[in-house]
């Protein structure tokens, strides 16, 4: 296992333009191109084929961890999901990035993911066809968000007990599988988000797998990071 310790930082360039308004009205039109900054700091874990395999492209799996790993420390992510199996000594098939939200109580800059995630993509044999998203709680709900900012890009969806976007489903990929698990006695985000998302996607026509577990509450990734399934599942997807 190898894991690296990076920055990202996204810069857009600025400018501001305001136009005037006459005297005669209240009403002034007004432009402004924003500026984007964030610090990310990631782990990148290397199967172990991936030097002895030169010639060959690797998927890769992003997970986005929960909003208690947020902040500034980045070992903080080791304590759940393919983070916490990787400093256990399991090992991978495919890339595995693991970015840090430095913000505690900030939603995902998912803008920023998307471009580090770009980025890695860009420096490392990754097999574009078969790029893998997942996340927990908040994590979760963010990579429902990436999910529907950006349908195009993932091979396969992981959710563990994410808030939806159910009035947005219709803009997920209908090709990409979908795999969704959450606990029963979810009291921090209820189990009735990932019911109705699932619901809506079936309506629709969606392939989406749905785990529930009885008796368990909001930490349903322990569960769901430890069916070795799940990762067998994962690599039989490609971008259709």
Known sequence: MRLNKCLFLLFVPAALSLQGCSA???IMEGE????????????LYYPKDYEAKPEEKFPIL???????ESGDRL?????NGPPKLLALGKQFPFLVLAPQNPHKKQWWNTRAIIQLLDTII?????????IYL???SRGGGAAWEMAVEYPEKFAALAVVCGMTPVPYASWINRKMPIWVFHGE???????????QMVAKLKEMGYNVKFTKYPGVGHNAWDKAYSTPELYNWLMQQTKK
Not at 75 to 79: H, T
Not at 122 to 130: M, T
Not at 185 to 195: F, L, M, T, V
């Open 24 to 26: 005669q009205t209240q």
């Open 134 to 136: 997942t996340g927990l």
């Open 122 to 130: 860009a420096n490392n044999r990754v097999d574009k066809n078969r």
């Open 185 to 195: 006695e979810d009291k921090s985000i209820p189990i009735s988000e990932s019911i």
């Open 32 to 43: 402004m191109q924003t500026v984007s900054k964030e610090d990310l700091s990631y782990y």
């Open 75 to 79: 070992d903080s992510i080791k304590k």
């Open 62 to 68: 992003l997970f986005l961890h929960g909003g208690g």
